[in-house]
């Protein structure tokens, strides 16, 4: 016996869970990080927080993974990100868990341990290849074979959130024009329905009083679910984007199964048809619209799941070395 | 001892070489194929080239691969290509080969075999991860990885040269606009350059005698090699579209190294500057200008080397089974 604790640290909370081997959630708990009273508080409250699980638990700690926002240094385990974490720059968060707990600690960022949590007991299981594309603040993107994360140059992970969509698109961050996150992340269907010539009788007008600046994504998807026309169109052009950046990911990966998720997702409903459009339309060198696409199965838990996961894969390796 | 027998089956010749387990070529020769007839002489052809390979080698052969210009069902064995082998539909290559010479053999796209081949002994070499690019008639893509090849849904390649780059780009048999097959091919070069207003005096204009359906590929890049201004802005939008394309497969798949050939990539030396200056636009999320841009090593022999190493790979696999 024994088991895994999976620890997902946001910029907000952090949760813990403790995972038998076979991904059955035992116990789980979290607790606001407060992340601006720096690093040392953080590491006393994921002290605390494990203390909890440990006391109702009552079994042996096998691994601890961590999964992460980003930016962070997995090979050395420190976490470098004073963007949604104030103050926690090259924070080594490893070397303190494997000093109290004397087990295997590894960390991943988070998108990433939501893609393992999916492909062990989500929406990934069963295929073999699957890519997992996150569409909320920004663009997320992780890719999974054989239930391990494909790793780029110098185990980076790589960035098809930002793959290349239109060269006449918005100018993103990234450097390009056009990558898909400039195209339909939420700030992007805001900016992009901001831009333009809006009905003046239409849902958008009527509900920001003209004040455009108040248009957010979900404002957009509320006026096409109830049939405002200028609203079903932008839906409309923003599932074409996100099926041609589909297209491209499924050219270059060819996955069995593409699993979606993010705040955009939801309303997936909406975007489906548009989206679908698109990859029938892709499918004659080879089976786009066969690959299938898979809401995200465990929600918020993803990153305490996949962490977990993660400790599970390092023990495993670890142990057969 | 013992050799591996690599064979290159093109719509024009047929190669084989003898290879032992280092890589290092013994022996090779090669003839027409002569397609037309049919494929059981081609079949004969294939066994007479082989007898001579045995005679001239004089060492027990452990397996043999096949690379072979597809369509063609790699699982089944069979050659599906009445495209550019006439009347080679269905054409089972592999059992009769298995029957004849009781070894491992083993069939391949002759894009992947060429991609296995320069990571055995050519321009892959050392890199944990590369992608290859050919840019020629059309373009190809192979993703290999730790030395294998990436294999996308039920088991079929990927096919990359259709990532798509510009929306507002040419329509392309695969469905897409603007794929980058569609912007960067020869025929692609040419078709662009077909639709532009030529300069009266340029050296497109000079060298057609107006004639502007004889302007191919090769026709630019000569005419940039020599300083010919209309010449030269046209390959830096082809070396733009390239690193657009190359942008997106460094997004999501990050690799070490690209490998690009064809011939198109004839005329590196003119594309790298706007290639680069791509790359490095790109580079704030990933290291995009970090990924190595490799020539391939092997040139014609690429696919004769690495149908003879997925004959080692197949019989290591089957002897360790």
């Not at 042996?60 to 999964?67: F, H, N, S, Y």
Request: glycine share 14%; hydrophobic share 40%.
């Amino acid at each position: 016996m024994g088991i895994f604790i999976g620890i997902d640290l946001g910029g907000t909370n952090v949760r813990a869970g403790a995972f038998n081997p076979q991904g059955e959630l035992i116990y789980s708990t979290e607790t606001p990080i407060e992340a601006a009273r720096g690093p040392q508080v953080g590491l006393e409250t994921i002290y605390a927080l494990l203390e909890n699980v440990l006391k109702e638990t009552q079994q042996p700690v096998l691994a601890i993974g961590i999964g992460s926002t980003g930016p962070l240094d997995r090979e050395r385990g420190c976490i470098q990100n004073p963007f949604t974490l104030p103050g926690w720059e090259d924070v080594d968060i490893v070397s303190p868990l494997v000093q109290k707990y004397g087990v295997t600690v590894t960390l991943e960022n988070d998108a990433d341990a939501a893609a393992l949590g999916e492909a062990w007991i989500g929406a990934g299981v069963g295929a073999e290849r699957f890519v997992m594309v996150t569409i909320g603040t920004g663009v997320g993107f992780a890719f999974v074979i054989n239930g391990k994360l494909y790793r780029g140059m110098g185990g980076e992970h790589p960035e098809g959130g930002h793959v290349l969509v239109d060269p006449s698109g918005p100018v993103c961050y990234c450097g390009a024009r056009g990558c898909l996150e400039s195209l339909v992340s939420g700030p992007a269907i805001a900016a992009y329905a901001q831009t333009l010539v809006l009905n003046q009788t239409g849902f958008l007008t009527e509900q920001t009083n003209g004040d455009f600046s108040q248009i957010d994504a979900g404002l957009v998807f509320s006026g096409a679910r109830i049939g405002d026309e200028q609203c079903q169109e932008i839906v409309n052009t923003i599932a074409e984007y996100i099926g041609l950046g589909l297209v491209s990911i499924i050219m270059l990966t060819l996955p069995d199964r593409i699993v979606l998720t993010g705040g955009v997702i939801r309303s997936y409903d909406l975007l489906e048809p548009g989206i679908k459009r698109v990859l029938k339309q892709h499918s004659l060198m080879i089976p786009a619209d066969k690959v299938e696409l898979h809401l995200a199965a465990l929600g918020q838990t993803a990153g305490m799941v996949g962490a977990a996961r993660a400790a599970q894969m390092k023990f495993q390796e670890t142990s057969y070395e």
